[in-house]
């Protein structure tokens, strides 16, 4: 089946940096466009960077600048290079796919920015 892990979360200061990371199995992963999302508390998941099979990338306006999204299709794994945080880039970030017509979320990883 298909499966998605993020790893690379965890508590940073204002200004820092995190690198988050998605494994993922049971797909072609070399075929597709893979995406993190991200929800705050109380908030509605928003789209954070998507990166197609190709190589294009697409960032949300409030991260462009400070948050790069790669893909190694040799390991099955996307990547979330994250600098210069912001508290109000505290949240759950979620790795996604659609595949098949249908959509694939790993479990999240929590970031936490604050002082």
């Known amino acids: 089946q298909v499966r998605l892990v993020e790893s690379g979360g965890g508590l940073v200061q204002p200004g820092g940096s995190l690198r988050l990371s998605c494994v993922a199995s049971?797909?072609?992963?070399?075929?597709?466009?893979m995406e993190w999302y991200r929800q705050a508390p109380g908030k509605s998941r928003e789209l954070v960077a998507e990166?197609?099979?190709?190589?294009?990338?697409n960032y949300a306006d409030s991260v462009k600048g400070r948050f790069t999204i790669s893909r190694d299709n040799a390991k099955s794994t996307v990547s979330l290079q994250m600098n210069s945080l912001k508290p109000e880039d505290t949240a759950v970030y979620y790795c996604?796919?659609?595949?098949?017509?249908?959509?694939?979320w790993g479990q999240g990883t929590q970031v936490t920015v604050s002082s």
């Open positions: 990166v197609t099979d190709s190589g294009s990338t």
């Open positions: 996604k796919t659609t595949r098949w017509g249908r959509y694939y």
């Open positions: 049971g797909i072609n992963f070399n075929i597709g466009t």
